[in-house]
C-alpha cells in the first residue's frame, strides 16, 4: 500500500506542479503560450516524442545522474539531484537560443520534481525510490501531452486537483510512519 501512496502523491503533485509552471511560464519568460486550438492530437507527430522524452528525461535526470554524483561526489541525493538539474536546465540551452530565463525556469522545474520524489521516498535513513520515481515519470509523460491540449483554465483547475490528491496522498503516508 505504501508504494502505490508514494506512486499516487508523486504523481499526482509533480503533474500539478509542472502544469502551475507551464501557465505561469509564458508570463515569467515571455514565451508565447502554446496554442491548443490548432494542435489536433491524432494528427500532430510532436506529442508522441513527448511521451517519450518525458520517461527518458526522468530516468536520466532523476535516477541515473543523481545516483553517480552521489557515489563519485561523496554527497547525498538532494545536492547531487541540484547539480543534475543544473545540468538538465543548461541542456535546454540550445533549444531555446541560450535564453537564461528558460533555462533557469527549466532547472527550477526539475528541482521541484526531485524535491516531490525525495519527499515521497525518504522513509527514515532509506531512500526509496521505487513508487516515486514512478509516480514522477508518468507524471511528465502525461504533463507533455496535455500541455498541447488543454487551456489554462482547465490546466489551472486540474493543478489545483491533482496538488490537493498529492497531499492526500502526503497525508495517508504520514499515518504509515506514525
Known sequence: MRYWTRFAGTFFTVLGALLLLNITAPAVLS???DNAESFNLFVDPVWYFNLLVGPGEELMFR???????????????LPASIISNV?????HGPRSNWDAGVMGFTASAGVIISLTVYFFSKQGE?????????????????????????????????AITF???GFMSWRRLRFYHA
Open 126 to 158: 532509506i531512500l526509496d525510490l521505487r513508487g516515486s520515481l514512478l509516480g514522477a515519470t508518468l507524471a511528465h509523460a502525461l504533463y507533455d501531452l496535455l500541455i498541447f491540449v488543454l487551456t489554462d483554465d482547465a490546466k489551472i483547475i486540474l
Open 31 to 33: 514565451v508565447p503560450p
Open 163 to 165: 496538488l490537493a490528491l
Open 87 to 91: 545540468i538538465f536546465g543548461l541542456l
Open 63 to 77: 535516477l541515473v545522474l543523481p545516483l553517480g554524483f552521489m557515489r563519485i561526489l561523496g554527497v547525498g541525493f
